[in-house]
């Protein structure tokens, strides 16, 4: 019986310690998701933008021509995959990799974030400290070698924040460009013309996406830690109490069979 006693004292000791462990990533995960998020945001409006100008480029009929709207059999495919730069974030990278399971096979890639590293190789590019000149190098790479032929199609698989307690893993295809349903030429009159601007301008666009993508995917990848360590805190303080009612139950079990020995020793 006191060996029960002593393991099951062992064994919340060590739950306990796990329980610290779980608060401090979820408190330290929680001071991140404002910056995240607010980094994440002025990603979005900065892609909405640049984006708002390239559908507007491709919408003119001066640019039908342009290598980058050229539609060629998807036979040869360029990825970039988003994944986290740790792990217990609950289902985040398991999301991503999920999804890219169907469509890596055969294709070029490029992994951003540890956790991808790790599984598809190549340079470590930590998604957390992504710069806008490492994405440019990138986009310059991808934008050039799209309009030489290289490649059929260019995809960044990454995770959509939706909310705190929602992140969705996502393929988004910068190549080829698309022209947007129902959008018309209009008026604007770009210097010295469509092409020229368009060919400059696709540079900060691939680049300002890929900022984007990373940038949301962090957001991703801390609010689904904080969850989980929210998740996983529960859990091992319903595990405390559990074994702390088994572990009285078994220290009252043995002060009263030690005061029956006692008794009954009296008695003799």
């Known amino acids: 019986m006191s060996q029960n006693i002593k393991q099951l004292k062992n064994r919340i000791k060590s739950v306990d310690n796990t329980l610290h462990l779980t608060k401090a990533m979820g408190l330290v995960a929680s001071s991140k998701i404002r910056k995240a998020t607010d980094r994440m ?23 039908a021509n342009s290598p980058y709207l050229a539609v060629r059999p998807p036979e040869r495919t360029r990825l970039v995959i988003v994944a986290g730069d740790r792990g217990l974030a609950g289902g985040y990278n398991a999301n991503i990799f999920r999804l890219s399971r169907d469509l890596t096979e055969g294709a070029e890639i490029t992994a951003i974030g540890k ?103 962090f957001a991703s990848e801390v609010a689904a830690r904080r969850t989980a360590m929210d998740s996983a805190g529960k859990n091992a303080q319903e595990m405390i109490d559990n074994l702390q009612l088994e572990y009285n139950r078994a220290r009252q079990s043995s002060i009263t069979s030690e005061i029956t020995e006692i008794v009954a020793g009296s008695g003799s």
Not at 45 to 58: F, K, N, P, R
Not at 133 to 149: I, L, N, P, T, V
Not at 185 to 207: C, G, H, K, M, Q
Request: proline content about 3%; overall charge negative.
């Open 115 to 217: 956790r991808a590293v790790d599984r598809f190789g190549g340079e470590i590019i930590y998604a957390e400290h992504f710069t806008y000149d490492q994405a440019f190098a990138m986009a310059k790479a991808f934008c050039d070698d799209y309009a030489e032929g290289k490649f059929d199609r260019l995809g960044v698989i990454c995770t959509k924040y939706v909310n705190v307690m929602t992140q969705d893993a996502v393929v988004r295809w910068l190549f080829p460009l698309e022209k947007p349903e129902g959008e018309k030429a209009r008026s604007v009159v770009f210097e010295p013309d469509e092409n020229t601007i368009l060919n400059t301008a696709i540079y900060e666009y691939v680049a300002g996406s890929l900022v984007a993508a990373v940038r949301e995917s």
């Open 41 to 63: 945001m002025k990603g979005r409006e900065y892609e909405s933008a640049i984006g708002s100008m390239i559908h507007t480029l491709v919408a003119s009929p001066e640019c």
